[in-house]
């Protein structure tokens, strides 16, 4: 800015970004019940169930199977946000979505951290339901400007 400007509390400059493409493939472990289970409902409902506010502590895997890693956890919330059909919000440390449906996408908005600016797609299926516990495949494409503060 103009040195005569020197009330102004803002500065607009040009910047050049480099933009960066991340695609990685994770597995959520989501384990409703028994000795490993992962979540807890912490607002009950029925009849509608709407409302049910459950948080979880979901494990996350690099794969299938029992080579797969540990990667990390999705730990947060999750709330069932239709009074009519199965659609869950869910809300965690990584991303957020909704697994209603047994596939679908859930949009990447932001990021901080080595992944500023961050914005892509996450692609989302189930590929074990059972009872006791539910897997599902992360697709990820996330394209991110790192920033060196």
């Not at 970004?17 to 493939?25: A, D, F, G, S």
């Not at 947060?76 to 239709?82: I, K, N, Q, R």
């Amino acid at each position: 800015m103009a040195e005569d400007n020197k009330g102004a509390y803002f500065e607009i400059l040009p910047v050049e970004l480099q933009k960066q493409e991340l695609r990685m493939t994770l597995f959520v472990h989501q384990v409703v019940r028994g000795p490993e289970q992962n979540q807890q409902v912490v607002v009950p409902r029925s009849n509608p169930p709407f409302g049910l506010v459950v948080a979880n502590d979901w494990t996350v895997f690099d794969g299938l199977g029992s080579g797969a890693s540990l990667v990390g956890n999705a730990q947060g919330m999750h709330m069932l946000g239709s009074m009519t059909q199965d659609s869950w919000c869910i809300y965690f440390d990584l991303l957020l979505g909704s697994f209603g449906q047994v596939d679908g996408e859930w949009a990447i908005v932001g990021g901080t951290g080595e992944f500023t600016l961050a914005q892509g797609v996450i692609s989302f299926k189930k590929v074990q339901d059972s009872k006791d516990m539910n897997i599902r495949e992360l697709k990820l494409r996330v394209f991110y400007t790192p920033i060196k503060v």
